[in-house]
């Protein structure tokens, strides 16, 4: 995930920020797996990346 973000999403942007954070905590043990999809995919959508839903 933290690939996919540095290589698609502008690092200046607030919802890349906000999904960097989430994947932090997670891999952390301190986040919400949900939560850190949901991030993840705003973060993409916002860098006009199709993200298919499941």
């Known amino acids: ?3 996919a973000l540095i290589e698609h999403c ?3 942007d607030p919802d ?3 999904a960097a ?5 997670l891999a952390e043990g301190q986040g919400d797996a949900e939560l850190v999809r949901t991030a993840f995919i705003r973060a993409m959508t916002t860098a006009g ?6």
């Open 1 to 3: 995930m933290g690939k």
């Open 21 to 25: 954070k989430s994947c932090i905590a």
């Open 16 to 18: 890349y920020l906000a």
């Open 49 to 54: 990346v199709f993200v298919r839903e499941a």
């Open 10 to 12: 502008d690092q200046a």
